[in-house]
DNA sequence: CAATGTCAAGTAATCGGTTTCTCACAATCT
DNA sequence: AGATTGTGAGAAACCGATTACTTGACATTG
């Protein structure tokens, strides 16, 4: 079945099949109504590789993303929301996983593959990775989203996230708890998200007046697992620490972990501070408090950013830069820092 | 840059560009080598729409699944595996989500745009949803995958998980405990698999001749909220049970969540197991007792019951069945019943 | 009433590959 | 030597759509 086919049937020419299929406005509206008929009864649907090969047009965005694996879910939301976006509107996404690695082969390698589908448009959120690639990037007049970083040339959009909002609500919520001592689980900090975020929560320290510990900025993995080393390696130096500011929820979620292991107890004990705000937030134990990036409206500003491009005649001569706020979200991870604190004997105070 | 441009510097005809791209093994080495190169040179890569629309084939494998939001990474890992056995053997992966409802259209709808991308296989792993849309199923020569369900013809797999060893081997840990009064958490029995674990959960029980209580088996969302109310239920009608199992780690950390909520201890109140193993099982506090159902291993069973029956010159008359097993793996949130336990104060009994 | 303009619909070129068919040339056989 | 077979490479048809260009019917104008 076949457009040509179609076409017979309705006793038209090709032509004007195609016309009506993409809504030409030109084409007699009777007529339309019928060979839609025909169409419908014959149960069509024009083969998409024909259409990309011959209007050079895909109808596809790319998405591209470190990896999903490993039980971080905060990708995994991107790309859902990404997805509803995206055919909401009439277009199909495809995912490419950059694999969490700094070789910028890879990257490089990913984008590659999502430009030979001759996808329009490309929207690159692997959060720090994409930095390295920025120099070997030939801009081909494919609309391009960047998440932080990004050149300012024409047919590159960019969504800058205020990591400073939320990460000061969070750091006077701890203050204004009591904690004096907070340290800080950062992942690799080649990422340039993660410098930011670092970054943020130096700056509300010294705003603060508290005195900056360098000893309490702990690089580890962003994951589950590093937020577990971290505080394992942090509980054998730092005795006196009562909060725990963490650069994502995966890495919080294992500093919970390990505290628990270490027979403490959150928030009795130690506050803990995530951030990004996964579903996953709500059902730990205790439930997180947290700073939400959220995911929902990053997955809707990327794809929105790049249809905008997409309509655009001419682009725009630097880029657009559209802004994305955090926020904290407070549940019950983090309390009042507790007078008589000991670290190896937590003596309970009651409920 | 196209295949006459190639052809033209290579001062070849087009059709040996292609047949040389295509490993037709009739060509001349020595002048393979030396298109390759002016290949390589020009950073050639044919435009695969091209290509799919003149062979017929997109090397392109479809992968159906339920929905990955809402925090459950079972899926998440299942297409991430899936992804990585398609790029080993130079497969795309196009996934379609037929989200998380009942409607038969969606479903049927996924397939259809799935379909409708021309991709050469189709893998459907929503987990029971897929049964919706059986007899709709048009099997028009695309080799299919099933888990758990499916029709027994030709060029359509299926992959038959075996629930009842790793249940055996949970309930039986249980028993070997001491716990008598095991509740059961499971999702929507509309779902086959999910059926098929409840049903392989009863006949342990009466394998083990324990009494079997129906209203110790409570159907609920299977999702951390489903786990979280199915335990808030339980626990205002039925105080003595000492375990709990759940249909799925998503449910059981729910569930673990609402018993700490509601002033218990995870082991030594109540034991619970969940089911999956997914990644983040090993971090919840504590780390999930739990049966196993590799997802890697699903994965890849799925990609190559495709790859099979693709490079299979005549289909095999019932189609094919794969076995994959289940097995316990034992962590924290189970332990020895407490004797004096009683619930609404659950009475400290050292560690 | 002839000339011109408008507009919907048709004809055919095109997109970038694959693949069938054909042919030139070399190797093998009688 | 001449006929037969085999082999590697080129010419051209084809996949299924889009779209620039063309046509022809009808309306408008001088």
Known sequence: MNIREIASRAKVSVATVSRIINRVPTVDPVLSKRVRRVIHE????PNPHARALASGRTRTVGLIVSEIRGGNPFVTELIQHFEECASRNGYGMLVSFATQS??????????RRVREHRVDAVAIMTFGMEELL?????VKNTPLVFVDVGPAVPRVSNISIDYMTGIRQAVQHLVALGHRKIAY???ELRLSTLR???NAFVKCITELGLRQDSKLIIEEEHSMQGGKRAIAGLLRTEKRVSAVMCCNDAAAIGAIHQ?????LRVPEDI???GFDDIPLAQFTTPPLTTVRLSQEELARLAFNALLADLERKKP???GVRYPLQTQLIIRNSTALVSRGRSHRNGMRNGA
């Open 134 to 138: 920025l120099d070997r990037l030939e």
């Open 102 to 111: 700094f070789d910028s082969q890879r990257i490089a390698e990913s984008l």
């Open 42 to 45: 014959a149960g069509y649907h």
């Open 259 to 263: 505290i628990v292991e270490s027979g």
């Open 196 to 198: 930011e975020r670092r």
């Open 185 to 187: 689980l950062t992942g």
């Open 271 to 273: 506050s803990v501070v």
């Open 316 to 318: 725009i001569e630097n």
